[in-house]
């Protein structure tokens, strides 16, 4: 499907499902769900390089948590959550995606953000999140000697607006160093103690993307900001994704 086409099919759904008088969607609707579903791997086969196409069928449960996550359908989320045993996921944590490289983190993320963005124009709650690479947060500590423009949504020293929700794409430690007295290893840490007073006030939210499992995340965090990220972050971890030819 091209990528006209897929604009097309959305906004038929969206028409077909507009309603002043209820939810845009409703995940919990089987039939709603699985159009959702089809929408989605039709974004991640188009974002993929050699158009492969997912089947979804190791990350079920945890694509259709980040889904309702995303879409903010409580119902559906606490559902899949009992499903997968786990107490610990919450609908106002933020997000850590982790597992082994070819798993599906970043494309998964991607892929949601983009079918959320198709749904701006409706009146269902949903989140939305801006992109941040790490490279950049180095960049511009040493450009500016801060990261606000990532942390507290800062631009020439003026703030626009609240800070925005942001994912931060494929956090590492490894092979980071100090260049000319800049520690990039502390402005990664800073950048989490900032996301998390941002959270915790109702500010803004972040997703986490990384190979790291959280235990091989705390051997690079103080016992403190570990503490905090334990209770800032909904844990998905996922397993290797079917890409088929």
Same mark, same amino acid.
């Given at each position: 499907?091209?990528?006209?086409?897929?604009? #097309?099919?959305?906004?038929?759904?969206?028409?077909?499902?507009?309603?002043? &008088?209820?939810? #845009?969607?409703?995940? +919990?609707?089987?039939?709603?769900?699985?159009?959702?579903a089809n929408i989605?791997?039709?974004?991640?086969?188009?974002?993929?390089?050699?158009?492969?196409? /997912?089947?979804?069928? &190791?990350?079920?449960?945890?694509?259709?948590?980040?889904?309702? /996550?995303?879409?903010?359908?409580?119902?559906?989320?606490?559902?899949?959550?009992?499903?997968?045993?786990?107490?610990?996921?919450?609908?106002?944590?933020?997000?850590? %995606?982790?597992?082994?490289?070819?798993?599906?983190?970043?494309?998964? %993320?991607?892929?949601?953000?983009?079918?959320?963005?198709?749904?701006?124009?409706?009146?269902?709650?949903?989140?939305?999140?801006?992109?941040?690479?790490?490279?950049?947060?180095?960049? +511009?500590?040493?450009?500016?000697?801060?990261? &606000?423009?990532?942390? *507290? &949504?800062?631009?020439?020293?003026?703030?626009?607006?609240?800070?925005?929700?942001?994912?931060?794409?494929?956090?590492?430690?490894?092979?980071?160093?100090?260049?000319?007295g800049t520690d990039?290893?502390?402005?990664? #840490?800073?950048?989490?103690?900032?996301? *998390?007073?941002? /959270?915790?006030?109702?500010?803004?939210?972040?997703?986490?993307?990384?190979?790291?499992?959280?235990?091989?995340?705390?051997?690079?965090?103080?016992?403190?900001? *570990?503490?905090?990220?334990?209770?800032?972050?909904?844990?998905?971890?996922?397993? %290797?994704?079917?890409?088929?030819?």
């Amino acid at each position: 499907m091209e990528r006209t086409d897929l604009q #097309i099919t959305l906004r038929k759904y969206l028409k077909r499902k507009s309603n002043e &008088n209820c939810k #845009i969607f409703n995940l +919990c609707d089987e039939k709603v769900y699985n159009e959702i579903a089809n929408i989605l791997a039709t974004i991640l086969k188009e974002n993929e390089p050699e158009k492969k196409t /997912w089947n979804f069928s &190791n990350n079920t449960l945890q694509t259709r948590l980040m889904l309702a /996550w995303f879409c903010k359908d409580n119902h559906l989320f606490e559902k899949t959550a009992n499903e997968m045993n786990d107490t610990s996921f919450k609908m106002s944590k933020g997000l850590y %995606v982790c597992g082994v490289k070819g798993s599906g983190k970043s494309s998964t %993320v991607k892929a949601l953000n983009e079918l959320i963005l198709y749904f701006s124009s409706t009146k269902a709650e949903t989140r939305k999140f801006k992109y941040v690479e790490q490279n950049k947060l180095a960049n +511009c500590y040493e450009l500016n000697s801060n990261i &606000n423009k990532y942390t *507290y &949504n800062e631009i020439n020293e003026k703030f626009d607006g609240s800070p925005h929700n942001i994912i931060l794409d494929d956090l590492k430690f490894e092979g980071l160093t100090k260049s000319f007295g800049t520690d990039f290893i502390l402005i990664i #840490i800073r950048f989490l103690y900032d996301r *998390y007073s941002l /959270w915790l006030f109702g500010s803004s939210n972040t997703i986490i993307t990384s190979l790291l499992s959280p235990n091989q995340l705390s051997k690079h965090l103080p016992d403190d900001l *570990y503490n905090r990220f334990k209770h800032q972050y909904n844990i998905i971890n996922l397993k %290797v994704t079917e890409r088929n030819s």
